[in-house]
């Protein structure tokens, strides 16, 4: 089994402030690890992956996310947070030898000007 | 970039109709997938589709829903006899290979029944 848990519904940050958005996981085997965003109305857009390798990756959008495994963590964070970063977050786990993805339930961000 | 798109990107139905969600994968793409977001839920798997067939579905798929890729675009969700339940946004998407690519999700579908 698998699963995931974003332990904050809403995380709020002041534009230019560092934003980290919380992710732990479970899985039985090997993780692969992503990041999507939700913006009003439209679908998920993938930000980044952990599949192996650095366990610092980077993705869209000047977001990074840190993979570690000893805390099942796989942790959002953009150095300078921007007011049209303000979405929906999720963090999503796939066992390596499975098909589908698991999702958390979502972190809100709302960035101020 | 290519792009997932589903349509209608609104559907309402009366309760106990049939309806028919419709997806266009990315043309390379291998496994394809419908997931649904009930309002201010979590985005739960309903199911995956491999080779033409199922590979794997949740306990949300029951005999009421069917997937299937009838000419080798296009993707379809169908509800046999919808519930009040039903009511949620439908994201179809699709990957190339299981292991590194991640799931491209289309705009979604908001299923309302009344």
């Known amino acids: 089994a698998q699963s995931v848990a974003q332990p904050e519904d809403q995380v709020n940050v002041a534009e230019g402030n560092p934003l980290t958005v919380k992710c732990t996981y479970s899985v039985s085997g090997n993780p692969y690890l992503f990041w999507y965003v939700q913006y009003p109305n439209r679908g998920l857009q993938f930000l980044l992956k952990?599949?192996?390798?650095?366990?610092l990756v980077k993705g869209s959008y000047g977001f990074e996310a840190e993979f570690n495994k000893s805390q099942t963590s796989f942790h959002l964070k953009k150095p300078s947070a921007l007011v049209s970063d303000s979405a929906l977050y999720f963090c999503?786990?796939?066992?390596?030898?499975?098909?589908?993805?698991?999702f958390g339930a979502g972190t809100t961000v709302t960035v101020r000007a | 970039e290519p792009e997932v798109t589903q349509t209608p990107s609104h559907q309402v139905t009366q309760m106990g109709q049939e309806v028919i969600l419709r997806c266009v994968p990315i043309?390379?793409?291998?496994?394809f997938y419908w997931y649904r977001q009930i309002l201010g839920q979590k985005v739960e798997f309903l199911v995956s589709f491999y080779n033409n067939e199922i590979s794997e579905k949740s306990e949300i798929f029951d005999d009421q829903f069917s997937v299937e890729r009838p000419d080798g675009s296009n993707f379809t969700l169908k509800i046999r006899s919808t519930k009040l339940e039903d009511s949620a946004m439908y994201f179809c998407a699709s990957s190339g290979w299981v292991d590194n690519s991640p799931l491209h999700f289309g705009n979604g579908t908001r299923l309302t029944v009344t």
């Open positions: 952990y599949i192996t390798g650095d366990n």
């Open positions: 043309s390379n793409h291998l496994y």
């Open positions: 999503a786990v796939r066992d390596f030898n499975d098909y589908k993805l698991s």
